[in-house]
Nanobody, 128 residues
């Protein structure tokens, strides 16, 4: 019933940019945070960025601060991740996630266990 589809991944050289999109269908996601996680081969899925329903609050992993920007368009049920100055260590499958409905409009989550829905992932490969 609920489906999240990531797009915008691909192969890019170090220093380049990509913009990921995640469009949700099946229902709207009012008062839910949306986030991005990534998983490299042989590693755990790790937090990248999150944005609250109100779009007031954002938070980024230290490894991507200053390079990545998360945004969302609630009317389109879509979250974005603008990735600039990409590095080889950014290579991973990127997943978007949606949290359970929150009490307020400004809540964010950084643990993968806090998320209710997930997309299937988009491959991002950064060459040296």
């Amino acid at each position: 019933q609920v489906q999240l589809v990531e797009s915008g991944g691909g192969l890019v050289q170090a220093g380049g940019s990509l913009r990921l999109s995640c469009a949700a269908s099946g229902r709207t996601f009012s008062r839910r945070a949306m986030g991005w996680f990534r998983q490299a081969p042989g590693k755990e899925r790790e937090f990248v960025a999150v944005i609250s329903w109100s779009v007031i609050s954002t938070y980024y992993a230290d490894s991507v601060k200053g390079r990545f920007t998360i945004s969302r368009d609630n009317a389109k049920n879509t979250v974005y991740l603008q990735m600039n100055n990409l590095k080889p260590e950014d290579t991973a499958v990127y997943y978007c996630g949606v949290s359970p409905q929150t009490t307020g409009r400004n809540q964010i989550f950084t643990s993968k266990s806090d998320y209710e829905y997930w997309g299937l992932g988009a491959q991002v490969t950064v060459s040296s």
